[in-house]
């Protein structure tokens, strides 16, 4: 078992930055790629970025490209997610996600494991 802890959270105007964090425990980390997704209301989980096991390669959803950046900490067991430029439709619960292999990592259907997320607010 994985647990996965996100924070960070809040309210921003839009064009503001927030930086979200995901702690892990249970597992080896670096065992595991790691995810970023997202849920506005009424509409499906979408994938927002990915990270391999070692940080060496990093995946973006087209539309948080040169905005949003992921990275991670095998130390600390943490991975963050930068978002810049926030815009008021990226309002929605992010939440983080682990698996083993890195196949198909924009498919929310393809995680073992998720936290409980954490509200996004972006007002205009």
């Known amino acids: 078992q994985v647990q996965l802890v996100e924070s960070g959270g809040g309210l921003v105007q839009a064009g503001g930055s927030l930086r979200l964090s995901c702690a892990a425990s249970g597992r080896t980390f670096n065992d595991y790629v790691m995810g970023w997704f997202r849920q506005a209301p009424g509409k499906e989980r979408a994938f927002v970025t990915a990270i391999s096991w070692s940080g060496g390669s990093t995946y973006y959803a087209d539309s948080v490209k040169g905005r949003f950046t992921i990275s991670r900490d095998n130390a600390k067991n943490t991975v963050y997610l930068q978002m810049d430029s926030l815009k008021p439709e990226e309002t929605a619960v992010y939440y983080c996600?682990?698996?083993?292999?890195?196949?198909?990592?924009?498919?929310?259907?393809?995680?073992?494991?998720w936290g409980q997320g954490t509200q996004v607010t972006v007002s205009s």
């Open positions: 996600a682990a698996k083993k292999f890195l196949a198909s990592h924009w498919l929310p259907a393809t995680y073992d494991y």
